[in-house]
Nanobody, 120 residues
Framework: VQLQASGGGLVQDGGSLRLSCTFS????????FGWFRQAPGLEREFVAS????????LYKDSVKGRFTISTDFYKHTVDLQMSSLKPEDTAVYYC??????????????WGRGTLVTVSS
């Protein structure tokens, strides 16, 4: 299983950025996907998650209304549209996939991170 993230970069305070994660090597519909982030000196934290068909989403409180997670089943991608970015959103962002069996997460995979830097 591979999760390949892209789209990070430098953006100004209030700007927008779109991250994309391409999934390969397994059955897309067996997974719940998410984005996590890790700022310097801090632990990795949850940002957003989504079911493979996009029917169910969950967000960290501080990104609600600013970030939108989505999937494209045909492209096997998981995107994170980030708007109204703030300096505190600066972090390395990681794509994540939970393999689901009988409604239980039995294994997870991580992609390499992509750096998002928001300048004030």
């Amino acid at each position: 299983v591979q999760l390949q993230a892209s789209g990070g970069g430098l953006v100004q305070d209030g700007g927008s950025l779109r991250l994309s994660c391409t999934f390969s090597g397994a059955t897309f519909s067996n997974y719940i996907f998410g984005w996590f982030r890790q700022a310097p000196g801090l632990e990795r934290e949850f940002v957003a998650s989504i079911s493979w068909n996009g029917a169910n989403t969950l967000y960290k409180d501080s990104v609600k209304g600013r970030f939108t997670i989505s999937t494209d089943f045909y492209k096997h991608t998981v995107d994170l549209q980030m708007s109204s970015l703030k300096p505190e959103d600066t972090a390395v962002y990681y794509c994540h996939g939970d393999l689901i069996s009988s409604e239980i997460a039995i294994y997870d995979y991580w992609g390499r991170g992509t750096l998002v830097t928001v300048s004030s």
